[in-house]
């Protein structure tokens, strides 16, 4: 019988993250300072952020970061995930690929975004705070962060963004089981909310208004601190655990990645997988090629600019070197609302410009295409997000079976899709369109 | 760091399934031809299953049944699923007794159901079989069969109990994903349903009732078996893989549990976690008790009688001798859609009969309170049903508490609630009601 699943025992975890900017040839430019524009310390973000978040964001000088003890013990609720082999996958695309995938979805809240999550809270509470704010698109990063704040003992408040609230009943549902406030965004519970709504009151949200709104929060209220699901270098550090658990699953498995391949909204899951195989390009002379799957109807990888922008709709965060489609990009109703986002993290922005990774672009249609088609072939109904990664994959393995190559791809499965079905439902009906990009 | 996770290797996984029929002191009386009232035998089954299901079913002799290679390869897909201690739970409670869980709900449709559903899937394939009928509750069974068939390459119709259907569209979704054709029970397109529509045109559905549909579609149908998803001997054999796991991860966790606790609907979700250990009741002299948790508005096991009656709604199964509430009975319209059965199956019937387990009942109210109070502490929101096992779990607790005994107490989490969030939101808002059971 061939082995289809690969899981580490408790004593094999990894018990560091990967830092990859004290790595990197070429470091990330410097945030700026909203106001002045002076290079940032972390200092000018313990107003916002935990301290420990702050020196791990602008941290570019240790490799690796020691997982804190309760973190870790959190961590062995659900990890390791399953590395598997999509024996299915492959059959269905006959194709000679060997296909991979870290199976993320086990994870209590259903995806990748608690290994972050549990970390965030833990620091705000070591520091006295007592209450956490953040927003959330899908609702998997603001599911994440009420367990996580439930966890340790904390009150959460989650910005969500109007259109997933909506469309999303249940992920709120879920949110509210943890204990958490959820409120939809634009909201007139805040200043940058009120703003957007007067201009255009039927306005469906973005991550960026969400962010605007919950930064707000946490600055206007005591013993409170914003946390982020994505973009931001700590966020990224956070989920290398992911790549880490993988390299030495594939070595279990005997094999090391060709390719790697995740969707890609902010960075963090996509920066999970990849840079932990990444290191070994940099420092060991590998050839592994890194792809990140983009929604084509918010493509800043591929159509955006590299140059300094703001991480919220606002103006409220620091100035980030990023390729970013500008900050009042407005991005289309597409289901995977957690890559509706227009800037990419700062790391993955310099690693782009500078060679060591590729994007592509992704239609909706084909997502979910390639959503249905891995469901029956592996038995898990992927989120939209995910979806996009299993696109690009399947892209990469048809073109295996073109030149009869037998490369090892291996993807993220960032999270299942259980509680975004309408859009299932939707696509099986016929009535899902594709988004173009108006940059 | 203590040791949350217990996952078995795959070369540890069980390659054999546990047939208790074969160590028990009683036997379970015979089934009866629901025309001729004759012990059945074997042949009187395969009109309607497998024949290697129908030998299953009768089959007293064989303590241990090998599991089929493709079987087996399939639930390497998903097992061992993880046994875990409830660290958080013990801390909520604050007991001193150890509580562990079996967490089926990683299985890729969410719950225990494809243990079965691979199986009975796969002996139909080898027996020709093109297409396979069955019924679903709650819609955890028909995930589950609708992807087994998706795997083993046959076309599946499922009849979804119509209050459940509508509570709980999106299981229907997850279904059609997989290729299945869902219709809510009763329907016009069976002389079962038209009988019943014809008497109560609102009525919402039963298990009974689906079950008349679905066995009428398979005898009406060439090439066509029915699947059940519970109730049956040969599903409680199938799901016999979770207790057997269990007892090697509980060994990893160097205990042996003083009681074992599962919701009941059917019975292989109770039977499957509780044989493995009952065996060593009955041939070791060990005392673990096990006990079944019911709903309390559909209390077949505390308040049903012993005696000879049908599967379903119409009459077209065989006579079964078991603990029942009678066939016509309409359970009330609580949430957990899986318990709303009239019977028990006969190995547990015979079991509660001869004092080697005892049963509960919960009201829904309380369930939900347990599921709330679960998924903060662990993370994991579970399935109505599950919720059942949880609260009695507590109530066990509860009781080491007073009297300061750290016993060791395991559970099945049979599944999670993702897609049962309305009935969550229905709880939280206060909009939920316990049902008596008026028999």
Request: aromatic share 10%; net charge negative.
């Amino acid at each position: 019988m061939k082995t289809k699943r690969f899981i580490l025992q408790e004593n094999e975890l990894p018990r560091q993250w990967y830092n990859i900017q004290a790595d990197m040839v070429n470091k990330p430019l410097p945030l700026l300072h909203p106001g002045t524009k002076e290079p940032l310390k972390p200092e000018d973000l313990y107003p916002i952020f935990a301290e420990e978040l702050s020196r791990q964001e602008l941290n570019q000088t240790d490799s690796f970061i020691d997982i804190p003890e309760p973190v870790l013990e959190k961590y062995t609720y659900y990890r390791s995930t399953p590395l598997v082999r999509a024996y299915g996958l492959e059959k269905a695309l006959d194709t000679p690929a060997h296909i991979y995938f870290k199976n993320e979805s086990v994870s209590p809240v259903g995806s990748h975004k608690l290994n972050s999550a549990l970390a965030q809270a833990y620091y705000c509470k070591m520091e006295g705070v007592k209450n956490i704010t953040t927003e959330t698109g899908a609702g998997q990063w603001g599911t994440a962060l009420s367990y996580a704040a439930s966890v340790f003992g904390l009150d959460a408040a989650v910005y969500q963004v109007k259109i997933s609230y909506e469309q999303k009943p249940y992920r709120r549902s879920v949110m509210q089981v943890f204990g958490a406030q959820v409120t939809p965004s634009p909201s007139m519970s805040t200043r940058a909310g009120k703003d957007i709504l007067t201009v255009n009151p039927n306005y469906q949200g973005s991550l960026g208004t969400a962010i605007s709104e919950a930064v707000e929060l946490a600055q206007m209220t005591p013993d409170c601190k914003y946390t982020l699901g994505s973009v931001l270098s700590h966020v990224t550090l956070h989920q290398t655990i992911i790549g880490l658990e993988a390299e030495k699953q594939m070595e279990m498995a005997g094999e090391y990645p060709d390719v790697v391949i995740a969707c890609f909204g902010g960075g963090s899951n996509f920066g999970g997988i990849s840079f932990p195989f990444m290191r070994h390009n940099i420092l060991d002379g590998k050839k592994t090629r890194f792809i990140a799957a983009e929604p084509a109807s918010c493509p800043k990888l591929t159509k955006g600019k590299f140059e300094y922008d703001f991480g919220d709709e606002t103006g409220y965060t620091p100035l980030l070197p990023m390729f970013t489609l500008g900050h009042k990009f407005s991005p289309a109703n597409i289901h995977a609302g957690g890559l509706r986002y227009h800037g990419a993290g700062v790391i993955v922005s310099q690693l782009l410009k500078d060679g060591y990774m590729e994007a592509t672009d992704i239609e909706q249609l084909d997502s979910f295409k390639a959503g249905c088609l891995f469901a029956k072939a592996e038995g898990i109904v992927p989120a939209p997000e995910s979806c996009h990664a299993i696109a690009a994959t399947i892209n990469e393995a048809m073109k295996c079976k073109e030149s009869g190559e037998s490369k090892v791809l291996l993807f993220n499965l960032s999270g299942h899709g259980l509680m975004d079905m309408s859009a299932y439902d939707q696509y099986l009906a016929g009535d899902l369109v594709n988004f173009s990009y108006n940059g």
